[in-house]
């Protein structure tokens, strides 16, 4: 599947608004409507069927959509220990769209993103990212780009050649949620010691899958995809 390289567009207009302009503008027709997660997951898999796929749009369908706890609540699945993730709709092998659950205190290590775009919106709670450029050689330390609080609806967006990264729920009493899309799919990817620069691989599973645990899960290392 080729994807279009994203191009974040800047403008001393509402940004969101100059996006959604020129978003249809480029596309030639209305945005769709996103008023609920099932029209999520419906755009998604209209904007996939084509083998190019315009990350902006993507990126629009994301930011639209407003949480309801109703719509998800179904697939916030938490685990004591660790953040989990939890399928939501595999996109028929193009993408995975997945609900990742955070207790207090609970973070991901610092991680790359297999060649793939990923997308993070916050259903419950926020979420600290931590960006990171890639070590120039192989056992530097890593050195910290940016760092930003995401509220609730708050939308990022990350690729490898934007960085590495960590997400944590930096809160001592309150959880968290986030809607994360992956394309392509992906169920290994690359993890950092931020002091040495050594990498090491890392496989991420489902914790459960459309709503249901996934009985097959295996105690492995925490997943590291965020």
């Given at each position: 599947?080729?994807?279009?390289?994203?191009?974040?567009l800047n403008?001393?207009?509402?940004e969101?608004?100059?996006?959604?302009?020129t978003?249809?503008?480029?596309?030639?027709?209305?945005?769709?409507?996103i008023?609920?997660?099932?029209?999520?997951?419906?755009?998604?898999s209209k904007?996939?069927e084509?083998?190019?796929?315009?990350v902006?749009?993507?990126?629009?369908?994301m930011?639209?959509?407003?949480?309801?706890?109703?719509?998800?609540k179904?697939?916030?699945?938490?685990?004591?220990f660790?953040?989990?993730?939890?399928?939501?709709?595999?996109?028929?092998?193009?993408?995975?769209?997945?609900?990742?659950?955070w207790?207090?205190g609970?973070g991901s290590?610092?991680?790359?993103?297999?060649n793939?775009?990923c997308?993070?919106k916050?259903?419950q709670?926020?979420?600290?990212?931590v960006?990171?450029d890639w070590p120039?050689?192989e056992?530097?330390e890593l050195?910290?780009?940016?760092?930003?609080i995401?509220?609730l609806?708050?939308?990022?967006y990350i690729?490898?050649?934007?960085?590495?990264?960590?997400?944590?729920?930096?809160s001592?009493y309150?959880?968290?949620?986030?809607?994360?899309?992956?394309?392509?799919?992906?169920?290994?990817c690359?993890?950092?010691n931020?002091?040495?620069?050594?990498?090491?691989q890392?496989?991420?599973?489902f914790?459960s899958?459309?709503?249901?645990?996934?009985?097959?899960?295996?105690d492995?290392?925490?997943?590291?995809d965020?």
């Amino acid at each position: 599947m080729s994807l279009c390289v994203y191009q974040p567009l800047n403008s001393d207009r509402n940004e969101e608004e100059f996006c959604e302009i020129t978003l249809t503008k480029h596309l030639g027709h209305s945005l769709p409507e996103i008023c609920s997660l099932s029209d999520v997951v419906s755009e998604l898999s209209k904007v996939f069927e084509s083998e190019k796929v315009n990350v902006e749009l993507v990126h629009y369908i994301m930011r639209s959509y407003k949480s309801n706890p109703a719509e998800w609540k179904k697939y916030a699945k938490f685990d004591r220990f660790k953040y989990t993730r939890n399928l939501v709709d595999d996109g028929n092998g193009k993408y995975n769209l997945m609900a990742l659950c955070w207790g207090e205190g609970h973070g991901s290590s610092i991680h790359d993103h297999a060649n793939s775009h990923c997308f993070m919106k916050i259903l419950q709670g926020s979420l600290e990212e931590v960006r990171y450029d890639w070590p120039k050689e192989e056992e530097d330390e890593l050195k910290e780009s940016g760092r930003k609080i995401l509220n609730l609806n708050d939308v990022c967006y990350i690729n490898d050649s934007l960085g590495l990264h960590r997400v944590e729920n930096v809160s001592s009493y309150d959880t968290a949620i986030s809607l994360h899309l992956y394309c392509p799919p992906y169920d290994r990817c690359s993890v950092f010691n931020q002091k040495t620069g050594k990498k090491s691989q890392a496989t991420v599973t489902f914790y459960s899958m459309y709503g249901k645990r996934n009985k097959d899960l295996k105690d492995i290392s925490t997943p590291e995809d965020n």
